[in-house]
């Protein structure tokens, strides 16, 4: 249906007209089609410690109760 793909463009779409330097998602590692899809838009896969300190704590911040933050990747995509 392209849902996915819509709001993702719109995401980028505001980031850009925001003057934001790169976006940034997370997402479960071990859904197969998760990662691909958003590679698809310029995404890539960063290791969250390498990541600048107020991206790691956001990142560790959406990481639900519970859930191992091994089964979360963080992915950028420099706009």
Do not use: C
Request: glycine letters at 8%; aromatic letters at 14%.
């Amino acid at each position: 249906m392209g849902l996915g793909k819509a709001l993702l463009g719109a995401v980028i779409d505001y980031a850009n007209w925001a003057h934001y330097g790169a976006a940034a998602l997370s997402t479960f590692r071990d859904i197969p089609f998760n990662a691909p899809f958003y590679e698809k838009f310029g995404f890539v896969a960063i290791d969250s410690s390498n990541a600048p300190d107020p991206l790691k704590q956001r990142f560790l911040s959406e990481i639900p109760y519970g859930v191992d933050d091994s089964t979360r990747v963080l992915m950028i995509r420099k706009l």
